[in-house]
Protein backbone atom coordinates (compact mmCIF):
# COMPACT_ATOMS: atom_id res chain seq x y z
CA UNK A 1 0.00 0.00 0.00
CA UNK A 2 1.23 3.42 -1.01
CA UNK A 3 1.85 6.07 1.26
CA UNK A 4 -0.59 8.19 -0.10
CA UNK A 5 -3.37 6.03 0.07
CA UNK A 6 -2.35 5.55 4.04
CA UNK A 7 -4.19 8.43 5.33
CA UNK A 8 -7.07 7.99 3.58
CA UNK A 9 -7.64 4.34 4.87
CA UNK A 10 -6.56 5.39 8.42
CA UNK A 11 -9.80 8.09 8.29
CA UNK A 12 -12.31 5.40 6.85
CA UNK A 13 -11.37 3.06 9.67
CA UNK A 14 -11.45 5.46 12.37
CA UNK A 15 -14.95 6.66 11.31
CA UNK A 16 -16.17 3.25 11.16
CA UNK A 17 -15.10 2.73 14.43
CA UNK A 18 -17.15 5.69 15.83
CA UNK A 19 -20.07 4.42 14.12
CA UNK A 20 -19.82 1.18 16.06
CA UNK A 21 -19.45 2.60 19.44
CA UNK A 22 -22.19 4.71 18.53
CA UNK A 23 -24.17 1.48 17.56
CA UNK A 24 -23.10 -0.31 20.88
CA UNK A 25 -24.32 2.84 23.52
CA UNK A 26 -27.89 2.78 22.13
CA UNK A 27 -27.55 -0.72 22.36
CA UNK A 28 -26.91 -0.49 25.67
CA UNK A 29 -29.66 1.87 26.95
CA UNK A 30 -32.53 -0.11 24.73
CA UNK A 31 -33.99 -2.18 27.77
CA UNK A 32 -33.20 -5.89 27.26
CA UNK A 33 -35.63 -8.63 27.30
CA UNK A 34 -36.37 -9.73 30.47
CA UNK A 35 -36.34 -6.24 31.96
CA UNK A 36 -39.23 -4.30 33.16
CA UNK A 37 -39.27 -0.31 33.81
CA UNK A 38 -39.46 0.19 37.57
CA UNK A 39 -43.38 1.57 38.16
CA UNK A 40 -44.09 5.08 39.48
CA UNK A 41 -46.55 5.97 42.49
CA UNK A 42 -49.44 7.74 41.92
CA UNK A 43 -47.51 10.31 44.32
CA UNK A 44 -44.09 10.53 42.51
CA UNK A 45 -46.38 11.09 39.25
CA UNK A 46 -48.20 14.11 40.94
CA UNK A 47 -45.14 16.00 42.07
CA UNK A 48 -43.51 15.54 38.43
CA UNK A 49 -47.00 17.19 36.49
CA UNK A 50 -47.16 19.86 39.71
CA UNK A 51 -43.03 20.55 38.77
CA UNK A 52 -44.04 20.29 35.06
CA UNK A 53 -47.07 22.39 35.81
CA UNK A 54 -44.42 25.03 38.21
CA UNK A 55 -41.62 25.20 35.49
CA UNK A 56 -44.64 25.95 32.39
CA UNK A 57 -46.07 29.05 34.77
CA UNK A 58 -42.78 30.72 35.40
CA UNK A 59 -43.10 33.40 33.78
CA UNK A 60 -47.52 34.00 34.32
CA UNK A 61 -46.30 34.30 38.14
CA UNK A 62 -43.33 36.59 37.27
CA UNK A 63 -46.33 39.02 35.11
CA UNK A 64 -48.57 38.44 38.18
CA UNK A 65 -46.42 39.78 40.62
CA UNK A 66 -45.28 42.78 38.29
CA UNK A 67 -49.02 43.82 38.14
CA UNK A 68 -49.21 43.57 41.69
CA UNK A 69 -46.98 45.84 42.73
CA UNK A 70 -48.45 48.13 40.24
CA UNK A 71 -51.97 47.64 41.87
CA UNK A 72 -50.22 48.50 45.30
CA UNK A 73 -48.38 51.42 43.79
CA UNK A 74 -51.80 52.51 42.89
CA UNK A 75 -53.52 52.34 45.63
CA UNK A 76 -51.03 53.85 48.19
CA UNK A 77 -50.96 56.85 45.57
CA UNK A 78 -55.10 57.24 46.17
CA UNK A 79 -54.44 56.38 49.60
CA UNK A 80 -52.11 59.76 49.73
CA UNK A 81 -54.90 62.04 47.97
CA UNK A 82 -57.59 61.11 49.62
CA UNK A 83 -56.11 61.96 53.08
CA UNK A 84 -54.46 65.23 51.57
CA UNK A 85 -57.37 67.11 53.40
CA UNK A 86 -55.74 66.24 56.77
CA UNK A 87 -58.27 63.50 58.13
CA UNK A 88 -55.41 61.20 58.94
CA UNK A 89 -54.50 60.59 62.19
CA UNK A 90 -50.65 60.93 61.42
CA UNK A 91 -51.42 64.04 59.48
CA UNK A 92 -53.64 65.55 62.16
CA UNK A 93 -50.92 65.08 64.48
CA UNK A 94 -48.58 66.84 62.12
CA UNK A 95 -50.68 69.78 61.96
CA UNK A 96 -51.05 70.23 65.68
CA UNK A 97 -49.08 72.00 68.54
CA UNK A 98 -46.51 70.43 70.94
CA UNK A 99 -47.21 70.77 74.34
CA UNK A 100 -44.38 72.19 76.47
CA UNK A 101 -45.58 69.90 79.69
CA UNK A 102 -43.02 67.17 80.35
CA UNK A 103 -43.96 63.62 80.55
CA UNK A 104 -41.18 61.37 82.53
CA UNK A 105 -41.65 57.89 82.68
CA UNK A 106 -39.72 56.54 85.93
CA UNK A 107 -37.13 53.54 85.18
CA UNK A 108 -35.74 53.30 88.74
CA UNK A 109 -37.66 50.33 89.95
CA UNK A 110 -36.20 47.89 87.07
CA UNK A 111 -34.45 45.74 90.01
CA UNK A 112 -37.95 45.22 91.93
CA UNK A 113 -39.37 43.33 89.01
CA UNK A 114 -39.20 39.79 87.78
CA UNK A 115 -38.62 39.29 83.33
CA UNK A 116 -42.14 38.91 83.18
CA UNK A 117 -43.64 43.08 84.54
CA UNK A 118 -40.48 44.00 82.77
CA UNK A 119 -41.84 43.19 79.32
CA UNK A 120 -45.28 44.03 80.05
CA UNK A 121 -43.35 47.56 81.22
CA UNK A 122 -41.74 47.71 77.70
CA UNK A 123 -45.00 47.02 76.23
CA UNK A 124 -46.74 50.13 77.80
CA UNK A 125 -43.85 52.43 77.19
CA UNK A 126 -43.80 51.30 73.18
CA UNK A 127 -48.17 52.03 73.14
CA UNK A 128 -46.74 55.45 75.47
CA UNK A 129 -44.79 56.25 72.48
CA UNK A 130 -46.62 55.30 69.33
CA UNK A 131 -49.90 57.77 71.16
CA UNK A 132 -47.20 60.74 71.64
CA UNK A 133 -46.30 60.75 68.12
CA UNK A 134 -50.29 60.51 67.28
CA UNK A 135 -51.50 63.10 69.29
CA UNK A 136 -52.93 66.32 68.56
CA UNK A 137 -50.71 67.79 71.27
CA UNK A 138 -47.77 65.37 72.01
CA UNK A 139 -45.85 66.09 75.11
CA UNK A 140 -41.96 66.65 75.90
CA UNK A 141 -41.46 62.43 76.41
CA UNK A 142 -38.82 61.80 78.77
CA UNK A 143 -37.72 57.69 79.78
CA UNK A 144 -35.51 57.88 82.31
CA UNK A 145 -33.03 55.60 84.82
CA UNK A 146 -33.08 53.92 80.97
CA UNK A 147 -30.74 50.78 81.63
CA UNK A 148 -30.79 47.18 83.37
CA UNK A 149 -33.29 44.81 82.31
CA UNK A 150 -35.29 47.23 80.74
CA UNK A 151 -32.80 47.86 77.95
CA UNK A 152 -31.37 44.41 77.65
CA UNK A 153 -34.83 43.45 76.59
CA UNK A 154 -35.31 46.57 74.33
CA UNK A 155 -32.67 45.60 72.57
CA UNK A 156 -33.57 42.12 72.60
CA UNK A 157 -36.75 42.43 71.26
CA UNK A 158 -36.81 46.17 69.83
CA UNK A 159 -33.88 46.94 68.41
CA UNK A 160 -35.66 49.89 66.31
CA UNK A 161 -36.06 51.51 69.72
CA UNK A 162 -32.56 53.74 69.38
CA UNK A 163 -34.44 55.56 66.49
CA UNK A 164 -37.27 56.48 68.32
CA UNK A 165 -38.48 60.35 67.59
CA UNK A 166 -39.38 62.69 69.89
CA UNK A 167 -38.35 61.32 72.89
CA UNK A 168 -35.44 62.03 75.22
CA UNK A 169 -33.97 58.35 76.38
CA UNK A 170 -31.52 59.15 79.38
CA UNK A 171 -29.96 56.50 81.56
CA UNK A 172 -29.81 59.33 84.44
CA UNK A 173 -31.97 60.17 86.94
CA UNK A 174 -34.68 62.97 86.22
CA UNK A 175 -33.57 65.20 89.54
CA UNK A 176 -30.14 65.20 88.03
CA UNK A 177 -31.74 67.20 85.20
CA UNK A 178 -35.14 68.52 85.93
CA UNK A 179 -35.45 71.22 88.79
CA UNK A 180 -37.15 70.18 91.91
CA UNK A 181 -39.62 73.46 91.91
CA UNK A 182 -41.25 71.90 88.37
CA UNK A 183 -41.63 68.24 89.36
CA UNK A 184 -44.81 66.62 90.33
CA UNK A 185 -45.18 63.00 91.23
CA UNK A 186 -48.54 61.41 89.81
CA UNK A 187 -48.81 58.39 92.83
CA UNK A 188 -52.50 57.29 93.79
CA UNK A 189 -51.36 57.79 98.00
CA UNK A 190 -50.93 61.43 97.63
CA UNK A 191 -53.29 63.48 99.69
CA UNK A 192 -53.51 66.10 96.29
CA UNK A 193 -55.83 66.07 93.57
CA UNK A 194 -54.88 67.43 90.34
CA UNK A 195 -57.56 70.30 89.24
CA UNK A 196 -55.84 70.93 85.88
CA UNK A 197 -52.31 70.70 84.42
CA UNK A 198 -49.74 73.23 84.79
CA UNK A 199 -47.99 72.88 81.51
CA UNK A 200 -44.24 74.66 82.83
CA UNK A 201 -44.48 71.66 85.38
CA UNK A 202 -42.52 67.82 84.46
CA UNK A 203 -45.11 64.99 85.64
CA UNK A 204 -43.58 61.47 86.85
CA UNK A 205 -44.96 58.24 86.40
CA UNK A 206 -43.72 55.42 87.79
CA UNK A 207 -42.21 52.82 85.69
CA UNK A 208 -43.48 50.08 87.94
CA UNK A 209 -45.15 47.20 87.45
CA UNK A 210 -45.62 45.45 90.66
CA UNK A 211 -49.18 44.27 90.82
CA UNK A 212 -49.36 46.18 94.18
CA UNK A 213 -46.74 44.54 95.59
CA UNK A 214 -45.04 47.41 96.48
CA UNK A 215 -47.94 49.94 97.78
CA UNK A 216 -46.95 53.33 98.61
CA UNK A 217 -43.33 53.24 97.22
CA UNK A 218 -43.67 55.99 94.67
CA UNK A 219 -45.50 58.59 97.27
CA UNK A 220 -42.48 57.53 99.42
CA UNK A 221 -40.13 58.32 97.29
CA UNK A 222 -41.50 61.85 95.91
CA UNK A 223 -41.68 62.56 99.73
CA UNK A 224 -38.43 61.36 100.82
CA UNK A 225 -36.74 63.70 97.57
CA UNK A 226 -38.65 66.69 98.39
CA UNK A 227 -40.81 66.44 95.01
CA UNK A 228 -44.30 68.09 94.72
CA UNK A 229 -47.03 65.16 94.06
CA UNK A 230 -51.09 64.54 93.16
CA UNK A 231 -53.52 62.49 91.61
CA UNK A 232 -55.44 62.48 89.01
CA UNK A 233 -58.82 63.21 90.12
CA UNK A 234 -60.48 59.92 89.17
CA UNK A 235 -63.02 59.20 92.32
CA UNK A 236 -64.33 62.85 91.16
CA UNK A 237 -65.26 61.59 87.83
CA UNK A 238 -65.53 57.98 87.91
CA UNK A 239 -67.12 54.82 89.98
CA UNK A 240 -65.18 51.79 88.75
CA UNK A 241 -66.44 48.15 89.72
CA UNK A 242 -63.02 46.29 88.99
CA UNK A 243 -59.56 47.40 90.69
CA UNK A 244 -59.06 50.74 90.91
CA UNK A 245 -55.86 50.36 89.17
CA UNK A 246 -54.53 51.89 85.86
CA UNK A 247 -51.34 50.73 83.29
CA UNK A 248 -49.00 53.31 82.84
CA UNK A 249 -50.03 53.55 79.32
CA UNK A 250 -53.43 54.49 80.75
CA UNK A 251 -52.30 57.48 82.88
CA UNK A 252 -50.24 58.25 79.93
CA UNK A 253 -53.07 58.83 77.30
CA UNK A 254 -55.27 60.39 79.61
CA UNK A 255 -52.70 62.93 80.21
CA UNK A 256 -52.58 63.51 76.13
CA UNK A 257 -56.29 63.39 76.35
CA UNK A 258 -56.97 66.27 78.81
CA UNK A 259 -54.66 68.33 76.86
CA UNK A 260 -57.14 67.67 74.09
CA UNK A 261 -60.12 68.04 75.17
CA UNK A 262 -59.63 69.91 78.46
CA UNK A 263 -62.15 67.36 80.14
CA UNK A 264 -61.76 64.97 83.26
CA UNK A 265 -64.36 63.15 82.53
CA UNK A 266 -64.24 62.84 78.95
CA UNK A 267 -60.22 62.12 79.17
CA UNK A 268 -61.37 59.23 81.50
CA UNK A 269 -64.07 57.70 79.75
CA UNK A 270 -62.38 57.80 76.19
CA UNK A 271 -58.89 55.95 77.79
CA UNK A 272 -60.10 53.23 80.50
CA UNK A 273 -61.40 49.83 79.37
CA UNK A 274 -64.69 49.06 79.16
CA UNK A 275 -63.42 45.90 81.31
CA UNK A 276 -63.33 48.53 83.91
CA UNK A 277 -66.91 48.59 84.17
CA UNK A 278 -66.89 52.92 84.79
CA UNK A 279 -69.52 54.68 85.61
CA UNK A 280 -69.88 58.57 85.99
CA UNK A 281 -70.34 59.77 89.92
CA UNK A 282 -72.96 62.32 88.32
CA UNK A 283 -74.70 59.19 87.05
CA UNK A 284 -74.11 57.38 90.25
CA UNK A 285 -75.61 60.27 92.93
CA UNK A 286 -79.12 60.47 90.43
CA UNK A 287 -79.62 56.51 90.73
CA UNK A 288 -79.36 57.03 94.28
CA UNK A 289 -81.66 59.98 94.63
CA UNK A 290 -84.44 58.25 92.60
CA UNK A 291 -83.83 55.30 94.70
CA UNK A 292 -84.59 57.39 98.60
CA UNK A 293 -87.29 58.58 96.47
CA UNK A 294 -89.33 55.27 95.35
CA UNK A 295 -88.45 54.58 99.35
CA UNK A 296 -90.17 57.20 100.94
CA UNK A 297 -93.36 56.59 98.28
CA UNK A 298 -92.98 52.65 99.59
CA UNK A 299 -92.42 54.38 102.94
CA UNK A 300 -95.95 56.25 102.86
CA UNK A 301 -98.22 53.56 102.03
CA UNK A 302 -97.23 51.51 104.77
CA UNK A 303 -100.16 51.58 107.95
CA UNK A 304 -100.15 54.35 110.91
CA UNK A 305 -98.51 51.18 113.28
CA UNK A 306 -95.01 51.30 111.15
CA UNK A 307 -94.86 55.25 112.26
CA UNK A 308 -96.16 54.42 116.30
CA UNK A 309 -93.05 51.55 115.83
CA UNK A 310 -90.52 53.77 114.86
CA UNK A 311 -91.49 56.37 117.82
CA UNK A 312 -91.12 53.60 120.01
CA UNK A 313 -87.76 52.95 119.00
CA UNK A 314 -87.25 56.01 119.30
CA UNK A 315 -87.87 56.91 122.88
CA UNK A 316 -86.59 53.47 123.84
CA UNK A 317 -83.01 54.56 122.63
CA UNK A 318 -82.71 58.01 123.15
CA UNK A 319 -78.98 57.96 121.56
CA UNK A 320 -79.53 56.02 118.71
CA UNK A 321 -80.12 58.98 116.24
CA UNK A 322 -76.38 60.21 117.83
CA UNK A 323 -74.77 57.20 116.58
CA UNK A 324 -76.48 56.81 113.53
CA UNK A 325 -74.81 60.42 112.91
CA UNK A 326 -71.63 59.61 113.72
CA UNK A 327 -71.78 56.49 111.29
CA UNK A 328 -72.85 58.51 108.44
CA UNK A 329 -70.32 60.63 109.09
CA UNK A 330 -67.75 58.00 109.22
CA UNK A 331 -69.13 56.72 105.64
CA UNK A 332 -68.28 60.24 103.69
CA UNK A 333 -65.36 60.65 105.24
CA UNK A 334 -64.23 57.05 103.97
CA UNK A 335 -65.77 58.01 100.66
CA UNK A 336 -64.51 61.33 100.27
CA UNK A 337 -60.92 60.11 100.67
CA UNK A 338 -59.75 58.60 97.09
CA UNK A 339 -58.72 54.99 97.18
CA UNK A 340 -57.28 55.10 93.41
CA UNK A 341 -54.41 53.14 92.34
CA UNK A 342 -51.93 52.68 89.55
CA UNK A 343 -48.89 51.06 88.87
CA UNK A 344 -48.18 49.09 85.78
CA UNK A 345 -50.10 46.03 86.36
CA UNK A 346 -53.83 46.33 84.59
Known sequence: MSSEMMPAFIETSNVERKQDLSEDQEESQKPRLGEEFEPISKRQMKKLMKQKQWEEQRELRKQKRKEKRKRKQLER?????????????????????????????????????????????????????????????????????????????????????????????????????????????????SPNVLKELDESKAYVIGGLVDHNHHKGLTYKQASDHGIDH????????????????????????????????????????????????????????????????STRVEGGLDSDSSEEETSRNELDSPHEEEKQDKENSTESIVNTVPNMQWTGDD
Open 230 to 293: AQLPLGNFVKMNSRKVLAINHVFEIILEYLETRDWQEAFFTILPQRKGAVPTDKLCENSSHDKK
Open 77 to 189: QCQLESNSDGNDRKRVRRGGVHSTLRLIIDCSFDSLMILKDIKKLHKQIQRCYAENRRALHPVQFYLTSHGGQLKKNMDESDKGWVNWKDIHIKPEHYSEFIKKEDLIYLTSD
